[in-house]
């Protein structure tokens, strides 16, 4: 990690357009409370078990997904800084990660009951470790590839980036990216990214979005509050 990520996100570059910020906190969130819910978790019942599993094994696949749009779409912007390396070098080492997390679950899933409680601490263990390094990855590229992105690009040539990424992910994908982030965002966030896909987007899409993401995702109370403000309210 570079010596400069306690550095503060400073104000104005706060105010701007944010690549990053949204989809780092869904995945902040998610795996957070993945983590407590294994901790957590009676690894002797089976059925809860296997849908424990089958949520873990979409977050990696979700996670890994992201790696791969940050490296197909983001990487290259920062050509020639060193940033995009360290990047490049840690997400080696989350995919590593995935990887032993992968194993891990596939033997919680043909291990004998008996078994399978310390499976899941070592499972516990290893996701608190990928998730500390994840942390701690996200916030350099929040504090440190963000800054170098701001100073080289502007904010069309950003929203240009994000437009790829998002042209880039199948329909499916995309809705659970957007249920990822939806109850992760505070209502100025989530209003803005709402509002903006409301204006340019085609309606059924916003809709679909709306239905099949943005309302499951949040309490009753928030997707009023939401609706209301999108002038969506009855
Ligand atoms: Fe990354």
């Known amino acids: 990690m570079s010596d400069n990520t306690h550095i503060l996100l400073p104000v104005d570059l706060a105010k701007r357009f944010d690549l990053y910020g949204p989809v780092h906190k869904g995945i902040r969130r998610a795996q957070m409370h993945l983590l407590v819910r294994v901790g957590a978790h009676d690894f002797t019942d089976a059925a809860a078990t296997e849908n424990l599993l089958a949520d873990l094994r979409r977050m990696l696949f979700l996670s890994a997904g992201h790696l791969a749009h940050e490296e197909q779409h983001i990487h290259d912007a ?4 060193g940033e995009a390396e360290r990047l490049e070098e840690q997400h080696d080492g989350h995919e590593a990660a995935f990887a032993v997390l992968e194993r891990l679950l596939n033997d919680i899933e043909t ?3 008996t ?3 310390a499976l899941g601490r070592q499972f516990y263990l290893e996701y ?5 390094e994840d942390l701690l990855h996200m ?3 929040e504090t440190v590839a963000w800054p170098m992105l701001c100073a080289r690009y502007s904010d069309a040539d950003l929203m240009g980036i994000e437009q790829r990424i998002v ?6 994908k995309a809705m659970a990216f957007m249920a990822l982030m939806m109850p992760a965002l505070n209502p100025q966030e989530r209003f803005g990214m709402l509002s903006g896909m409301k204006a340019g987007a085609p309606a059924e899409m916003f809709n679909a979005v709306m239905d099949t993401a943005v309302k499951p995702a949040l309490a009753a109370a928030e997707f009023a509050a939401l609706e209301q403000r999108l002038g969506l309210a009855a």
């Open 78 to 81: 920062l050509a020639a800084s």
């Open 111 to 113: 291990a004998p009951a």
């Open 115 to 117: 078994a399978r409680i």
């Open 128 to 132: 608190s470790h990928f998730i500390g």
């Open 139 to 141: 916030h350099e590229e």
């Open 167 to 172: 042209g880039s992910i199948p329909p499916e």
